[in-house]
C-alpha cells in the first residue's frame, strides 16, 4: 500500500520538524524560554504543519485528480469501431481497468515477468488465455486496441505514482525547510500556528457544506442521465410501475404514482396511529402526571425511539403481519391475502413514531408559559377546557411542525418497508393490500445486479431525488410554520 | 345584610356542594381526557411491552442449539487407505467421505438402545445431521490424524428441522409435506431425547460463528457481521468525533456572524433529517460509483455511517461546548491566553464528558443503521470468513449486524426467522450497553454551574 507508506513517510518527517523546529527556537534563544515569542511547542507545531498539510492535500487532490487524467489520455486511444453496438466508452473502459488489474495481478502473481505485460507487440489472444490461467477475471478475448489502452493505462498509472510520491515527499521536505527558517526566536509562531488551528476547523465545519453538495450532486447527475434514457413525463405521471428485467429494453414502465401512493398511505396510516397516542401522551406528561409517573413513563416511551428500524421492520413482518392475518384474513372477512400489507408497516411506523411526536410535543406545551394556564383556571375552567382551549391553540404551531416532522420522517423510512409493505407496486384503497414505496423500490433497484448505466437502476436517483425534495420541503415547511406562527411570550 | 339586598338576590340555582347536570358534564368531561392521556401512554407501553416480549420469546430460542453426541469410528479404510496418516494425503477424502462414518455411528445408536424405528438403514440417519456435521469431523481428523482408527465422541450439530421440533417450530402436520424429514425421524428424535443422546445446548457459534448457507440455518452466526459492525464504528468514531468537535468548536467559538456561518448551520440541521436511505445513495455515487473504493467494505460503511451520525455528533457537542460558562473563557482570557488557548485547554476539557456522551448515543444509532448499508452493498452474500487483519477487517467485503438480520429475515427458511430475532436480542444488547454507558458518563461528570 504506497499511499499508505506515503501518508506515513510524510507524518515522519512533520515529526522530525516538530523536534528540530523547537530545538532550533530554543537554540536562538539562548535556551532561555522567556526570549522567545510564543511557547517552544509552537514554533515545533509551526514546522510540523507547513511540512504536513500541504503534502497531504496535495497527496488527497492527486488521487482524486490522476484517475480522471489517465482515463483521458487513454480512452483517446479506443477506435470508434471497438465500440460496438449497444455499448459505450465507458463500459470499453472498464474492460480496459479490468484488463490493467488483471496485468498487474498476474505479474504479482509471478505468473508472467514485467516484460511480457509491457511488451507492446504482444499477441492479444495469447495475452487473454495467460491472463485467464492466471485466474484474472478476462470476460472476452481481447482486441489490439483494447490491450494497447490497458498497457498504456497501467504505464501511466505506475508513473504517475511514482511522479506523485516524489512531487509529495519533496513539498514535505520544502515546507520542513521553510518552516526552520522560521524559528527563530522573534517569530510569532503561536500565531500562525492559531491561524492553522482555525483553517482546519473551518474545513471540518465545512463538511457539512460538502456532504449537502455530495447528496446533490449525485443525485441530479444521475437523475439527468435517467431522464436522458427515460422521458420525465412518464416517469412522473406514468400510473405504472413495472420494470423489466431482462436488461435494456424498452418495456420497462417507471412512474412514481403508484409508489408515491404507497409512500403516502403508509405513512397516512403511521400518523394515525403516532399522532393520537403521542399527543395525548404528552398531554398527559406534561400536565397531569405526577414527577413519579413523568419519571418513569417518558424514558420508557422514549426507549421505542432507540430502537433500530431493522427491529420494527422485523416486528412488523413476523408479529404484526400474521396478527392482523389472523383478524383480517382468508379465514374471517377475507380483506388481506398475505403478512405484507399498508396496515402492517403503517402500524410498526405509527408505533416507531410515538415518542417522536410525544417528546416534541412535550417540549412545546412545557413551552406554554404558567401565566395562561394560571389565567384559564382563574376563570373557572377545568384542567382538560384548559388543555382544549388555551395550551393547545397556543402550542398549535409546534405541534404541526412536530406532525410534519414525523411525517417527513415516515417518508423516508426504509427498513421497515422493505420488510413489511411488500414488493407490488399497486394503486388501491384497500388498506389490508400489499404496497410498495419509494424507498423500498431504491433499495431494489440498487440492490443486487449492478449495471448503473441501464434505466431500471438510474431511476433509484430519480427517486431517491425525488425524496429528499419531499422530505427536505416538509422540513423547511414545518421549520417555517414553527417561526412564522409562534407566539413570543417574555 | 339587609333585608333589601336579601330579597333582591335571586333564589340560587345550585350549591357548591351539589353538583348541578353542567358541572357533572364538565367533571366527566374532564375525567374522560385525563383517561384519554392515561389511555395514550398505556398504548405506548404496551407497544413496547409486546415489542419486547415478540423479541424475546421469538429470539431466545436462537442461543440454544440442538446437538447430537454420538460416538463415530473414524474408519481407516475410508479415511486413510494407505495408512501413512499424512494429512496431506487424507485431506483428499473429501466432506462425502465422513458422512457415511456419521451416519452410521447414528444407527448404531438406534440399535443399541434398542429404539423401534421404520427407518432400518444407516442412510435414513441423514435428515437428523446438519450438513456440517461431516465439514466438523474432517476438521478435526484433519487436525489430529492420529485419531483415525479409534472411536471419538462428537457433539454434532443437528439438521435445523430437529431443532425446530423440539423448539416447537416444526409441528407434525407440516412434516407431511416437507421432503427434508419424515414424521419417523421425528419419531426417532423423541427416542434419542429420552435416550440423552439430543440435547438442546447453549450454541456459542450462534454469537462468534460465520454465517452459512441458505441450507443450513441452524450452522449461522453472527460473529463475522460483528467484526464488520465493529470495523464500521472504528471508522465512525475516528472519523466524527474529530470532524465533529472541530466543526462544532469552530461554529460555537470561533464562527463570525456571515453567510457562509449561516450557510453551515442550516445544513447542519437539514442533514440531521435527510432520510438515512439519501445517505446509502451518497455513499453509492461517491465512494463507490466515483472513487472506486470497493463494495461490501466496511470502510465504505463506516464513511457512510460517518456522514450520517456528524450531524447528531455536532448538536450535541455544541449543546456541551454551550452549557460551559463564559466565566471559564474569560477568566482564561484574563490571565494572558488566547483565545484558541481557552477554547483547548478549558473549555474543551470541561465539555468532554458530555461531548462522549453525544458521540455514543451517536455511535449508537449509527451501529443500528440498515438502509444505507443495503445501497452500499452489505448484503445478499453470506459473510462466512473472518477478516484477517487490519487491512482485511477494513478492505474486504464484510456485513454488519443489522444488515445481517435483514439478510435472515429474507431467507426463506422460517429458520431463520428465529435468527433474525436473535440477531436483534444481541443488537439490542450492544446498544443498551451504549446508552448505559452514555447515561453513567452523564450522572457521573455531570457539572452544574
Redesign the interface.
Known amino acids: ?1 504506497p499511499v499508505l507508506w506515503l501518508v506515513l513517510a510524510v507524518l515522519g518527517i512533520a515529526l522530525v520538524g516538530y523536534v528540530l523546529g523547537r530545538s532550533l527556537a530554543l537554540a536562538s534563544a539562548g535556551g532561555e524560554i522567556r526570549n522567545l515569542h510564543s511557547l517552544p511547542s509552537y514554533y515545533g507545531s509551526n514546522v510540523a504543519m507547513k511540512a504536513a498539510v500541504p503534502a497531504l492535500l496535495l497527496l488527497v487532490v492527486w488521487l ?1 485528480v490522476q ?1 480522471f487524467v489517465v482515463n483521458g489520455m487513454v480512452s483517446g486511444m479506443i477506435p470508434e469501431s471497438e465500440i460496438s453496438e449497444g455499448s459505450n466508452l465507458g463500459l470499453v473502459m472498464a474492460e480496459v481497468h479490468r484488463t490493467s488489474e488483471g496485468l498487474s495481478n498476474a505479474v504479482a502473481a509471478g505468473i508472467i515477468d514485467e516484460d511480457t505485460a509491457r511488451n507492446p507487440g504482444a499477441d492479444p489472444e495469447t495475452m487473454t488465455d495467460r491472463l485467464k490461467d492466471a485466474g484474472q477475471v478476462v470476460t472476452s478475448t481481447l482486441t489490439a486496441p483494447i490491450l494497447a489502452a490497458a498497457q498504456r493505462y497501467r504505464a501511466l498509472h505506475d508513473s504517475g505514482a511514482w511522479i506523485m510520491s516524489g512531487v509529495v515527499l519533496v513539498l514535505a521536505l520544502a515546507g520542513l525547510i521553510w518552516g526552520l527558517r522560521e524559528s527563530q526566536a522573534e517569530f510569532r509562531a ?1 500565531n500562525t500556528v ?1 491561524q492553522g ?2 483553517a ?3 474545513a ?6 460538502l ?2 453538495i ?2 446533490v450532486l ?2 441530479i ?2 437523475t439527468i442521465e435517467f431522464f436522458r434514457l427515460y422521458p420525465a413525463a412518464e416517469f412522473f405521471f406514468s400510473l405504472n410501475w413495472a420494470p423489466s428485467f431482462s436488461g435494456r429494453g424498452g418495456s420497462s414502465e417507471l412512474g412514481i404514482i403508484p409508489l408515491l401512493w404507497g409512500t403516502l398511505y403508509i405513512s397516512f396510516v403511521a400518523l394515525v396511529v403516532a399522532v ?6 404528552a ?3 406534561s ?2 402526571a405526577t414527577p413519579k409517573v413523568r419519571a418513569i ?1 417518558k424514558p ?2 422514549e ?2 425511539a ?6 420494527y ?3 412488523a ?3 404484526i403481519g400474521p396478527i392482523l392475518l389472523s383478524v383480517f384474513g382468508d379465514d374471517t372477512v377475507g380483506w388481506m391475502q398475505g403478512q405484507r400489507a399498508v396496515m402492517t408497516a403503517g402500524i410498526a411506523m405509527g ?1 416507531m413514531l ?2 417522536f411526536v ?1 417528546s416534541l410535543s412535550d417540549d412545546i406545551i412545557n413551552a406554554v408559559p404558567q401565566s395562561l394556564r394560571d389565567g384559564s383556571y382563574g376563570l373557572g375552567a ?4 384548559t ?2 382551549q388555551v395550551i393547545l391553540p397556543a402550542a398549535l404551531p409546534g405541534i404541526v411542525g412536530a406532525i410534519l ?1 414525523a411525517a ?1 420522517r415516515a ?5 421497515i418497508v ?2 413489511g409493505a411488500g414488493a407490488a407496486a399497486r394503486l388501491s384503497l384497500n388498506p389490508f393490500e400489499a404496497m410498495t414505496t419509494v ?1 423500498a423500490k ?2 431494489s433497484q ?3 445486479d ?1 449495471d ?1 448505466a441501464s434505466p431500471e437502476a438510474l431511476v ?2 430519480a427517486l ?1 431525488m425525488s ?2 425534495v419531499i ?2 420541503g416538509l ?1 423547511v415547511l414545518a421549520l417555517y410554520i414553527v417561526r412564522k406562527y409562534r407566539e413570543q411570550y417574555e | 345584610m339587609t333585608d333589601a339586598s336579601m330579597g333582591a338576590t335571586p333564589a340560587a340555582k345550585g350549591s357548591l356542594t351539589t353538583e348541578d347536570a353542567r358541572t357533572k358534564k364538565r367533571n366527566a368531561a374532564e375525567k374522560r381526557f385525563q383517561m384519554y392521556g392515561i389511555a395514550a401512554i398505556g398504548a405506548g407501553l404496551f407497544f413496547l411491552l409486546v415489542l419486547l416480549v415478540s423479541i424475546l420469546s421469538s429470539g431466545l430460542g436462537a442461543f440454544q442449539q440442538t446437538f447430537i453426541e454420538v460416538p463415530v469410528y473414524l474408519d481407516p479404510a475410508k479415511l486413510d487407505k494407505n495408512g501413512n496418516r499424512d494429512p496431506a494425503e487424507m485431506a483428499k477424502v473429501s466432506t462425502f467421505g465422513y458422512g457415511p462414518l456419521i451416519e452410521q455411528a447414528i444407527f448404531a445408536q438406534v440399535e443399541a438402545n434398542g429404539i423401534a424405528t421404520p427407518l432400518d438403514s444407516s442412510k435414513d440417519m441423514k435428515a437428523l445431521i446438519s450438513a456440517s456435521a461431516a465439514a466438523q469431523v474432517r476438521d478435526v481428523v484433519l487436525a489430529n490424524p492420529d485419531l483415525v482408527g479409534e472411536t471419538v465422541s462428537f457433539r454434532m450439530l443437528a439438521a435445523s428441522r430437529v431443532d425446530g421440533y423440539l423448539k416447537g417450530r416444526v409441528q407434525r402436520e407440516d412434516v407431511a409435506r416437507d421432503k427434508n424429514i419424515d414424521a419417523e425421524h421425528l419419531d426417532l428424535t423423541d427416542a434419542f431425547v429420552d435416550a440423552g443422546i439430543v440435547a438442546k445446548q447453549f450454541n456459542i457459534d450462534f454469537v462468534i460463528g460465520a454465517d452459512a448457507s441458505e441450507s443450513r440455518p441452524e450452522q449461522a452466526g453472527l460473529g463475522v457481521s460483528m467484526l464488520g459492525s465493529l470495523f464500521m464504528m472504528i471508522v465512525v468514531l475516528v472519523l466524527a468525533l474529530p470532524i465533529g468537535v472541530a466543526a462544532s468548536i469552530y461554529l460555537e467559538e470561533f464562527a463570525p456572524q456571515n453567510r457562509w456561518t449561516d450557510l453551515i448551520e442550516v445544513n447542519i440541521s437539514n442533514l440531521a433529517a435527510v432520510p438515512s436511505i439519501v445517505f446509502g445513495i451518497l455513499g453509492l455515487a461517491v465512494f463507490i460509483q466515483f472513487a472506486h473504493l470497493p463494495q461490501s467494505a466496511p470502510l465504505v460503511g463506516g464513511l457512510v455511517l460517518t456522514l450520517m451520525t456528524l450531524p447528531t455528533i455536532i448538536i450535541s457537542t455544541r449543546a456541551s461546548l454551550k452549557a460551559v460558562p463564559p466565566s471559564i473563557r474569560d477568566a482564561a482570557l484574563g490571565l494572558g491566553a488566547s483565545r484558541t488557548q481557552s477554547v483547548f485547554h478549558h473549555v474543551l476539557p470541561l465539555a468532554m464528558p458530555g461531548i462522549l456522551t453525544g458521540t455514543i448515543i451517536g455511535l449508537a444509532q449509527a451501529l443500528g443503521e440498515t438502509a444505507p448499508l443495503l445501497l452500499i452493498g452489505m448484503v445478499g452474500y453470506i459473510a462466512t470468513n473472518y477478516p484477517d487483519g487490519l487491512a482485511s477487517g477494513f478492505m474486504d467485503p464484510n456485513s454488519a449486524m443489522p444488515a445481517q438480520i435483514y439478510e435472515w429475515a429474507k431467507r426463506a427458511d422460517p429458520a431463520y426467522y428465529e435468527r433474525a430475532w436473535g440477531g436483534i436480542i444481541i443488537l439490542l444488547l450492544f446498544l443498551m450497553t451504549m446508552n448505559i454507558i452514555a447515561i453513567i458518563l452523564r450522572r457521573r461528570f455531570e457539572r452544574r454551574w
Open positions: 500500500m482524486i484517475p503561536r492559531e488551528i482555525r482546519l476547523l473551518i471540518a465545519a465545512s463538511i457539512a457544506v456532504t449537502t455530495g447528496i449525485s443525485l447527475f444521475n393520537p397516542v403521542g399527543l395525548f401522551a398531554v398527559y406528561l400536565e397531569y413513563a420508557l416511551l426507549v421505542l432507540g430502537i433500530p428500524t431493522i427491529v421492520g422485523l416486528f413482518l413476523l408479529t408505533i410515538i415518542p410525544s377545568t384542567k382538560s377546557e388543555i382544549k416532522l417527513s417518508i423516508g423510512e426504509t427498513m422493505v420488510l424507498t431504491i433499495v440498487l440492490t443486487g449492478s448503473f433509484a436517483f431517491g425524496l429528499f422530505t427536505l422540513n
